[in-house]
């Protein structure tokens, strides 16, 4: 069939509109008609040629919610009409990831995944008989995409689309963060480094766990308010400060009789290797954590004074913010519609397909959180 997407055709360039040809799904795999798309930081990093796993031409997106049209032979949990989140972690239920209970990475079609392909190792897209390569298994910048089973969340049919497709990366990446990987107390202080569409939801995470001090550390003096919104308790612009930033916070984090200083919990949401480093080392002596959620271009490494680890902090990362995605999302959307958790006021811009370019011109410019493509 004929569908309208977006083609990333070489790093650096703007997407394409065009018409591409996508076929029907085969075994296991399920055809979905998209409905909305989140553009996610980590688009503009695959397309700026910063991703080691980055392929062109590609059709890119994975912040994804619409409705399944057609499924393959073998699926049997999901059928047409069924309201879905596209999932680039999906959940098998059976690799020896999932099973063990320790991780949400299932490794049942990563390896094809990172190729761009399906998990039979082939692409359904093309362009005038040229294959065009899926994007982290969801390849939302298309009116239609098709995915494996295994990579879709089905969630209630009341659930705005244009809303929860923030669901499918975003949201649940910030408040994951939070509650499965950092495991945040009430009472807590963390540290919330770059407040953008990730960062934010750490920040509505934290208040959800009843933090009891939030710092947000942003170079755009703008985030200030849009922290406070969620629950940003104090900002620190580096920009503003005439000493390190490191001890300034540890400083600001000092109370009572622990002066000693450092947050419990970090989090580096710029995907910047010297603010991770940051971020470790203005978490607490001898308990703090510090979770890596962005991430760095091809080539980057970390680096900290084994000191920093000896002495008890620790260094996490985490992808989905934990999340098993056929399982939680559903639970997250439903947080959504029960007021628990916000999302509208984040989706500053929404679009439609025509000017998807725009919402990456307004990412660049720092003048957006998030922008969705309306189908
Ligand atoms: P964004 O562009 O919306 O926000 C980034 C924020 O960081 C901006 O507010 C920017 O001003 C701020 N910033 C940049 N450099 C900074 C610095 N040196 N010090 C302080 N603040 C700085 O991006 P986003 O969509 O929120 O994504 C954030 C990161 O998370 C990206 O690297 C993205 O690829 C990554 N990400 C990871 C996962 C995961 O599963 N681990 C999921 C989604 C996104
Ligand atoms: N391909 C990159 C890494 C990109 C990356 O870390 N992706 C995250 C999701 S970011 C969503 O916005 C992720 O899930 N990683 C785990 C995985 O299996 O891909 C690189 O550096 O090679
Ligand atoms: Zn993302």
Not at 181 to 207: C, D, M, S, Y
Not at 238 to 254: F, H, I, Q, R, S
Request: with cysteine; proline share 5%; net charge negative.
């Amino acid at each position: 069939m004929d569908v309208r997407a977006a083609i990333a055709t070489e790093a650096g360039k703007p997407l394409e509109i065009a018409t591409v040809q996508l076929e029907g799904p085969r075994a296991f795999e399920v055809l979905v008609e998209t409905k909305a798309t989140g553009i996610c930081h980590t688009d503009e990093f695959t397309l700026s040629g910063a991703d080691p796993e980055g392929l062109f031409p590609a059709i890119l997106g994975h912040e994804g919610a619409g409705v399944v049209v057609e499924v393959g032979d073998g699926v049997t949990s999901v059928k047409p009409g069924d309201h879905v989140i596209p999932l680039y972690t999906p959940e098998c239920r059976q690799c020896p990831s999932c099973l063990s209970r320790k991780t949400n990475l299932c490794t049942a079609i990563r390896a094809t995944q990172g190729q761009g392909l399906m998990p039979d190792g082939t692409s359904r897209f093309s362009l005038d008989g040229k294959p065009l390569h899926h994007y982290m298994g969801c390849s939302t910048f298309a009116n239609f995409t098709v995915l494996p089973e295994i990579a879709l969340a089905k969630i209630r049919e009341d659930a705005p689309f244009d809303k929860v497709c923030y669901i499918g990366c975003g949201v649940t990446t910030g408040i994951g963060a939070v509650i499965n990987t950092a495991g945040v107390e009430a009472g807590a202080k963390a540290i919330v480094f770059g407040l953008g569409g990730i960062g934010l939801n750490v920040i509505q995470g934290l208040r959800l766990a009843g933090a009891d001090m939030i710092i947000g550390v942003d170079l755009n003096p703008t985030k200030k308010e849009w922290g406070e919104r969620f629950g940003l308790t104090h900002f620190v612009n580096p920009a503003d400060l005439e000493g390190e930033l490191v001890p300034y916070l540890v400083d600001m984090t000092k109370k009572g009789a622990d002066q000693i200083g450092g947050a419990d919990y970090t989090f580096d949401c710029t995907g910047n290797v010297s603010v991770m480093r940051d971020a470790l080392e203005s978490s607490h002596r001898g308990w703090g954590v510090s979770v890596i959620i962005g991430v760095a271009p091809s080539g980057a490494e970390i680096a900290t004074r084994p000191f920093q680890l000896v002495t008890g902090r620790v260094w996490k990362g985490t992808a989905f913010g934990g999340a098993r995605g056929r399982t939680d999302v559903p639970k997250i959307v439903d947080w959504y519609m029960d007021g628990k958790i916000e999302i509208d006021p984040m989706i500053t811009h929404t679009m439609p397909l025509q000017d998807i370019n725009t919402g990456f011109d307004l990412m660049h410019a720092g003048e957006s959180i998030r922008s969705v493509v309306l189908y």
